[in-house]
T-cell receptor, first 113, second 114 residues
Framework: DQQVKQNSPSLSVQEGRISILNCDYT??????FLWYKKYPAEGPTFLIS?????DKNEDGRFTVFLNKSAKHLSLHIVPSQPGDSAVYFC????????????FGKGTKLTVNP | EAGVAQSPRYKIIEKRQSVAFWCNPI?????LYWYQQILGQGPKLLIQ????????DSQLPKDRFSAERLKGVDSTLKIQPAKLEDSAVYLC????????????FGPGTRLLVL
């Protein structure tokens, strides 16, 4: 049973436009959510996180939105840049991050110049 | 600050052989994680250490996989004997171990079992 789902394997956007990556989860006990970015031959790099007590967290060009009633979160990148091209993983955990992370399968983002 | 170090970066073995991976976490990080990432999937936690004690190894195939973190610093993950389905990237991550916190990943070891 996949508790964290990223239903879009890939996404292609033009440089300067908005990228929206989506993630759904099934476990209502999850209370902390993270996005990781992964380049080829490298380990995942932490990008941004959000606690379940918030519905939005912003860091520069990156904003994560959380809709708890829909068990859905999204990552917005504005404006998108070619260097943002990577695989983005959504992850979730319980107890504010002290428990194990459960990852989605990832979405490959390609930003075209 | 040095990141999480892993070696080797790549390993090719035949099925039924054994293999070991090494991880050195970020200095001072109490919590260490081993993940398995199969192609097209997200990372899956195999084992979590807090200092030199095991916190969670519920998804570790204990008949063939073992891991240790004897001095609470670096760690070794071993597979013996390897199967074809063990082909994956093995990622090590660490975190401070103080509560709500981010996990920092190493570059991974890519294993191919033939």
């Amino acid at each position: 049973d996949q508790q964290v789902k990223q239903n879009s394997p890939s996404l292609s956007v033009q440089e300067g436009r908005i990228s929206i990556l989506n993630c759904d989860y099934t476990n209502s006990m999850f209370d902390y959510f993270l996005w990781y970015k992964k380049y080829p031959a490298e380990g995942p790099t932490f990008l941004i996180s959000i606690s379940s007590i918030k519905d939005k967290n912003e860091d520069g060009r990156f904003t994560v939105f959380l809709n708890k009633s829909a068990k859905h979160l999204s990552l917005h990148i504005v404006p998108s840049q070619p260097g943002d091209s990577a695989v983005y993983f959504c992850a979730a955990c319980t107890q504010g991050g002290s428990e194990k992370l459960v990852f989605g399968k990832g979405t490959k983002l390609t930003v075209n110049p | 600050e040095a990141g999480v170090a892993q070696s080797p970066r790549y390993k090719i073995i035949e099925k039924r052989q054994s293999v070991a991976f090494w991880c050195n976490p970020i200095s001072g990080h109490a919590t260490l994680y081993w993940y398995q990432q199969i192609l097209g999937q997200g990372p899956k936690l195999l084992i979590q250490f807090q200092n030199n004690g095991v916190v969670d190894d519920s998804q570790l195939p204990k008949d063939r996989f073992s891991a240790e973190r004897l001095k609470g610093v670096d760690s070794t993950l071993k597979i013996q004997p390897a199967k074809l389905e063990d082909s994956a990237v093995y990622l090590c991550a660490s975190s401070p171990g103080t509560g709500e916190e981010t996990q920092y990943f190493g570059p991974g070891t890519r294993l191919l079992v033939l």
